[in-house]
């Protein structure tokens, strides 16, 4: 709320406005004692100049513009009645306030001996009352105006009431004479014929008054003729109502005679588009256009107006440029200029409508945040489906399809060791302990089993009833990496002699060999020397068998040495030498 200081002065004098007393203002012909009367009504307003000057704490005067103002008159200066008020949409410039009381239709009809104006500004009551001096008793005196240039009525003589000569002080005696410019005014004597003695006169012929006529008229009923204007004559009364039955005929009160509504009334020359203003300097109603109307009203032009004071409801405007994004608008004349002003280009800023996009905002949710759901495309339509159901559709169905999490799994994945528990007699891998001699294999179709060593290789057991050969797989085949085999009683195959590699030297020295293929061998077959057989072919087999890996062998048999373990064997013909040979015995470190 605001805090305003209001310095305030009454204009030291109240109008009196209370209506005159009907008064006769008596005059006299020249020719004669006849003498009229006319009635002077006239009504001055009852007004009391107002002038104030208004500030805002210590920060001066308050800012330019249109305040209301709220006038109230009290018998006291706290509480009290209040007998008049009266409100006032006031300019204010450099925060002097003036207004004129009683203006606005409420006249100041009775005044207690002590009142107290009190003012509201925009709906802040300024305290204390003032107290009203007694300048404005004036306002009881109803003659007090008129007395000014005149004499008081008892200092008069009675001729200045009268106007009679009769009542003049010490007036000499003239009966005995006669004026001479008057002669002519009397008969001769040989004309006395044509005269009447004065004592056969009447009273009024003497005079001269109307009271001393006979049988006059009474003229209670009849006007003077200076106000028959504002009659009708009879024959036209038909056309007129009386005063008292007038609101019968038009259902309300006569309008009294109002200064401001006749201010209103004679404004002429009305321009389309003009306003009635009430000016509170000149204290009258004027019609104000273009740019006065709006200075009075406080808009100015609408090119400059401030944004934060215009409120367009409706309508539209022309002729003007467009209005800026700062200003409140969107600084183009069309739709998608507007959109690129404002970061909302289509495609670009914001998505495009698009049907899918639409259907999918359309689609209803559980509403129940402990349901997961998910959007799967049926081909033509999208539907919300659970997560379970969602999982189904795209084929990772948890524990079917996917490995369900696992605390344990997500551990060895992060790095953490397998307990022994896990693995042997545990719930991975080994999960039951195996028979001597077995070992822990995969038949590629689960995550392993015992099995007995003869299942993938059968070996010589030195001093055994019977014998078995030890079974390689190897890779056979002529391309790379591949070792060419030979069924019995074959011959090598028509080869170059770098894909003869890895071929066993009996195949090579088998004396069904054609002359055409030992040809083709030149250069790598057997060259005898006297430490060995040599040449290219031979020194493979050596290097072969010394140094070479083992990935292409997948079966040797008719072997009576044992392989070396530097040659892939294990250098023992039982599984207990193997195992002692490989290091490999069974031990439990748990």
Known sequence: MKNYILAFML???????????????????????????????????????????????????????QYTVNFRLFDQEEDGNEFWNE??????????????????????????????????????????RQQITSVM??????????????????????????????????????????????LGYYATLDSLDSYTLTSELSVVAFSGEYEDILNTPDLANYAVTDTLSYYATLDSLGYYVTEDSLSQYIGSTIQP?????????????????????????????????????????????MAVQESDSVLITGGSISGIEDITVSDGGTGASTSEGARDSLGLKI????????????TIATQNHSENPNVKQMLISRGYYWEARSADSARIDLGLKIGQDVQAWSQDLQDYADGQDIPADKIQYGEYFINQPGQQGQIWASDANEAGHWSNLGEYLTYEVSGADSATSIEFNVDVGTGPNQVIALDVNQKLPAVNASKLQGIT???????????SEFNMLSGVRTIPGEDGPGGLLQDQLDNKAQKGNNDDIISITGLTTMLAINQGGTGASTAEDARINLDAQQQNVH
């Open 11 to 65: 204009v030291p004098f109240l109008l009196f406005g209370q209506k005159f007393k009907n008064s006769e203002l008596i005059t006299q012909d020249k020719e004669g004692d006849n003498k009229s009367r006319s009635i002077a009504v006239e009504t001055v307003p009852r007004l009391l100049s107002y002038q104030g000057f208004l500030t805002v704490g210590g920060a001066g005067p308050v800012s330019d513009g």
């Open 87 to 128: 409100t006032h949409l006031l300019t204010v410039s450099d925060g002097l306030v003036s207004a004129l009381l009683g203006s606005n239709g409420f006249p100041i009809e009775t005044v207690p001996m002590n009142s107290y104006l009190e003012i509201e500004i925009d709906g802040n009551t300024l305290s204390p």
């Open 137 to 182: 008793y004036a306002i009881k005196s109803d003659t007090t105006y008129f007395a000014k240039g005149y004499t008081k009525t008892a200092d008069l003589s009675q001729v200045a009431m009268s106007g009679e000569y009769s009542d003049l002080l010490n007036s000499p005696d003239l009966t005995p004479f006669a004026t001479k410019d008057s």
């Open 347 to 358: 495609g670009e800023d914001v998505q495009a409508f698009d049907s899918d996009l639409q």
């Open 257 to 301: 005679y109002d200064t401001e509504l006749y201010q209103i009334a004679e404004l002429r020359d009305l321009i389309q588009g003009h306003l009635m203003v009430y000016d509170g300097t000149e204290l009258s109603w004027t019609a104000l256009g273009g740019a006065d109307a709006r200075a009075t009203l406080g808009l100015g032009d």
């Open 505 to 515: 030297a009996d195949q090579i020295n088998d004396s069904t060999v054609s002359n």
